[in-house]
């Protein structure tokens, strides 16, 4: 095997050796090598099941002890030497010391050289394999860098691409057991069970090979969740945590954020290609809340409406109608034009101000409502410039100019 780092080789090849002294020691004094009971669902009545056993977890049990050797010291010392590493420690920034590159280099390491040799029977191609897999991570030329997240509130026929490299798709069977055996108990209740719990939020990149620190995962996926929850109207949630990998590795496991990861009320919806064109559409608009904070303020308590009570729901829908389209002019003429903005005749404009006048009258706003503004979001997101929407708004109701075309209207044109 061509070696481009010996050093690493000999000190990782050290640790591993070590490593299954110790682990197989403590399986010959009694100590039981946990399996899991894997159920893979498939078209037909029947399921197949898997023994399968958990090394990776009986690994990390042990980090500890495994931590003291001092193979594992030399092996540290010369993981911090090399940059390419760094990016490793910097996934788990709430750690100090050695914890991180113990956890994401050493013992998946050792794990995958006891996955291929069946237990802690050594083979020297085994590990020759699985360092080659290691090294090829981290001193190639690039790097590919990948997080996933549970999605739940929707369903989907096939796989539909949000933005570039940032997809819903549908989970495979085991995708998450595979590097984390701890994965089962960080899902949602019946993920892989339910239609609308089968899909996952996937962010893929391709990052330089001595790249500090991953992506904001947690924060993309967020803003991606906000774009489906505006685009379709379901209770669309991510989470509760996102699995990172890097070069197929496991890099971290890291929350999401709050917002992104509560299950909003509603009735679960089918993704498809229109749906997930709008959302995709949205997701590249909503940056500019950035600079816009009437913008960013509207969108931020039209998702809190999400998760309130009333009378605490109704009042997150004014204040982001007012953010919206109202500023210095109140709630009347936020609402008026928002009638106009999401009405195409006069009718539906008259509809459009009836569906919001219990909001405009402080009482409490029913579901027609709360979708009048979620679309008005929707509207002024994809104008683009807010102020200058407000101002045509404006001049439509004085009869100056035509009432600016919406979203759907202009797709369908």
């Given amino acids: 095997m061509a070696l481009r780092a010996p050093h690493l ?6 640790f591993c050796l070590a490593g299954f002294s110790l682990l197989a020691g403590d399986v010959e004094r009694g100590d039981e090598l946990p399996f899991a009971f894997e159920e893979h669902t498939s078209r037909g009545p029947a399921s197949l099941y898997e023994y399968r056993p958990l090394i990776r977890s009986y690994a990390a049990a042990r980090a500890e002890r495994l931590s003291a050797l001092a193979d594992a010291r030399l092996a540290l010392e010369e993981l911090h030497r090399e940059p390419a590493a760094a990016i490793y420690a910097a996934a788990h920034s709430g750690k100090d010391g050695d914890a991180p590159l113990l956890r994401t ?50 369903s989907l026929g096939a796989q539909l691409e949000l933005a570039d490299g940032l997809r ?25 069970h339910a239609p609308d719990r089968l899909c996952v939020l996937e962010l893929e990149r391709a990052l330089p090979p001595n790249a500090p620190e991953p992506p904001d995962a947690p924060g993309e996926l967020a803003d991606a969740v906000s774009a489906l929850r505006l685009a379709t109207a379901a209770p669309v949630a991510a989470g509760p ?43 590249g608009k909503l940056g500019r809340a950035e600079e816009d904070p009437e913008l960013a ?25 007012v953010a919206l389209l109202g500023g210095p002019d109140g709630l009347w ?19 459009q101000l009836e569906r919001l006048r219990a909001l405009v009258h402080g009482e409490q706003a029913g579901r027609a409502a709360a979708d009048a503004v979620r679309k008005a979001v929707v509207e002024t997101l994809a104008h683009g410039n807010r102020t200058s929407l407000i101002a045509s708004l404006d001049d439509a109701l004085l009869g100056v100019r035509p009432r600016p075309a919406g979203y759907f209207a202009a797709l369908a044109s």
Avoid: K, M
């Avoid at 080789?9 to 050290?14: F, H, T």
């Fill in 168 to 192: 819903v798709r549908l989970a495979a069977a085991g995708e998450l057991a595979v590097h984390w055996p701890e994965a089962n108990g960080l899902l949602p209740a019946e993920f892989g």
């Fill in 297 to 321: 303020e509207a969108l931020d308590r039209w998702e809190l409406s999400l998760f309130a009570d009333e009378p605490f729901r109704s009042e997150q829908l004014r204040e982001a109608l």
């Fill in 9 to 14: 080789y000999r000190s990782l090849r050290g």
């Fill in 333 to 351: 003429a936020a609402a008026v034009r928002a009638a106009v903005l999401l009405g195409e005749t006069g009718r539906d404009r008259a509809e």
């Fill in 105 to 154: 280099i050493l013992l998946p390491l050792l794990a995958d050289v006891a996955e291929a040799c069946g237990g802690f029977d050594w083979s020297d191609e085994a590990f020759d394999r699985a360092y080659a897999e290691l090294e090829r991570s981290l001193l190639g030329a690039r790097r590919t860098y990948a997080a996933v997240a549970p999605l739940v509130g929707i």
């Fill in 241 to 283: 945590v996102l699995f990172e990998r890097l070069d197929w590795r496991p890099l971290a496991i890291r929350p999401v954020l709050p917002i992104a990861a509560a299950e909003p009320g509603g009735e679960p919806t089918r993704l498809d290609a229109f749906r997930a064109r709008l959302a995709s559409d949205l997701l």
